[in-house]
Every structure is written in C-alpha cells, then in structure tokens.
C-alpha cells in the first residue's frame, strides 16, 4: 500500500473482517476531513450489491489489492482497498448519506465494509498484516 494510506482490518470471532480507515490515515489531515465516499469504483457499484442466506449468494469475491471505494477530501480522493481476499458480503450503506461518520467514528459506525475470507486463506492474509501494537510503535516513531 501507499505510505500513510493506513486501513485496519479487525477480526471477529465468527471469522469475518470489517474493514475500515485507520486514525492515521491521510485522508483525516486534510482540511475539513472526508467530504464524501463513492461505492462505484472498478467495473461495479460496491453498494448495489445484496448477499443472501446461508451460503451468501451473489457475494463478490475480491483480492486484497481490490479497491472497495474511493473517500474523497477538499483537496484530493483516496482509494480504500479490501486489505482481505474474499467475499464481501456488505459495505457502511450509512457513509452514503453521511462520510463525516468516517471523521468523527471510522473505527464504530464509519466502518466501511464487512468481508468473509475463506479460513484457509485467512492464515496468509494475517500474516501480511501488522498487529494493533505493532502499528501503535510504527506510528509513534513515524
């Protein structure tokens, strides 16, 4: 990923990732923060998408290099990428309507996607990533 484009991935006990902007992301020091977020990015529009039943029919399955929206500033836009390979069964519908949720709570409410990755997949993908602490001490010293 680029410098300081900085996303966090937490994992939730049933498996599946939500995906979402970290503090330190660029995008919050510009000016007046993020001004809004566009689903349509790639071939599809992320937020047309509706997942059903068990085995979550109609999931797109991206790469972890896939981006999943672009959150644009006064001054410039930012792609956010998925981080996981898997399907992505939901993205933050609320951010159309309201990106400041992404200034004033990106880790609660101002999530951006939930995706499942297959557990197999899921060892490899954990080890590509840096841990809560471990991005703590890289962010200090930076």
Request: glycine share 6%.
């Amino acid at each position: 990923m680029k410098p300081r484009h900085d996303q966090y991935v937490y994992r939730h006990a049933n498996g599946l990732c939500v995906i979402g902007l970290a503090p330190s992301h660029v995008a919050f020091k510009d000016e007046g923060g993020i001004t809004a977020i566009d689903f349509n990015v790639g071939k599809s529009d992320r937020s047309g998408v509706k997942v059903t039943g068990k085995r979550k029919k109609n999931a797109q399955h991206f790469e972890s290099n896939t981006a999943l929206c672009k959150v644009s500033t006064k001054n410039d836009s930012y792609i956010v990428r998925c981080c996981v390979k898997g399907s992505l069964l939901e993205v933050n519908q609320q951010l159309i309507k309201q990106p400041e949720l992404l200034n004033a709570s990106a880790d609660r409410e101002g999530y951006i996607a939930i995706i499942m990755p297959k557990p197999a997949d899921w060892l490899k993908i954990k080890a590509s990533l840096v841990s809560f602490e471990e991005y703590k001490k890289l962010r200090e010293v930076s």
